[in-house]
């Protein structure tokens, strides 16, 4: 699936040239993700304020990272992030174009990035479930994560 978005994004654009005119800078880029309306009708910063507020610090922001790699069409910005005992990561990917503006999760159906686009309650799920996993030995965790994909059902 996501394959396919990003050939319809390349396929959008006829010519290297005309790539640029659609790369946002860097702060437009934070901006349009930051004022991101998910499927719940919260914005995509809101929802992150509101999980470091309801976790009392256990989840913390980092900042932001844009990366734009050459050919494609479009920015890739990260989200930063802290949550637990586990060091600081940028999980949270979003591509993100300016003419027109468009912004949509790099992985919509996998991962943290699924459950933020669901609202404020199921990114709050996905956290305390990231969190439970954090206190299981390492062994178990690389299992878990490696069988994530594959699970049948979901939790959310």
């Not at 860097?26 to 349009?32: Q, V």
Request: proline share 8%; glycine share 8%; hydrophobic share 40%.
């Amino acid at each position: 699936m996501r394959r396919l978005a990003l050939a319809l994004l390349a396929a959008s654009v006829a010519s290297g040239a005309q790539a640029q005119h659609f790369l946002p800078t860097e702060r437009a880029a934070i901006e349009l993700v930051r004022s991101r309306h998910t499927d719940s009708l919260a914005t995509v910063d809101g929802t992150l304020a509101y999980a470091e507020r309801a976790t009392g610090g256990a989840f913390r922001r980092g900042g932001y990272r844009v990366l734009r790699r050459p050919g494609e069409p479009f920015a890739r910005v990260q989200i930063c992030y802290r949550l637990g005992i586990d060091p600081p990561t940028c999980g949270l990917d979003y591509l993100v174009t300016v003419n027109p503006p468009h912004v949509e999760p790099a992985e919509r159906y996998d991962g943290l990035a699924r459950d933020l686009e669901h609202g404020p309650r199921a990114f709050l799920r996905a956290l305390a479930r990231e969190a439970d996993l954090q206190q299981q030995p390492k062994i178990l965790r690389r299992i878990q994560g490696a069988l994530e994909p594959y699970n049948p059902y979901d939790w959310r």
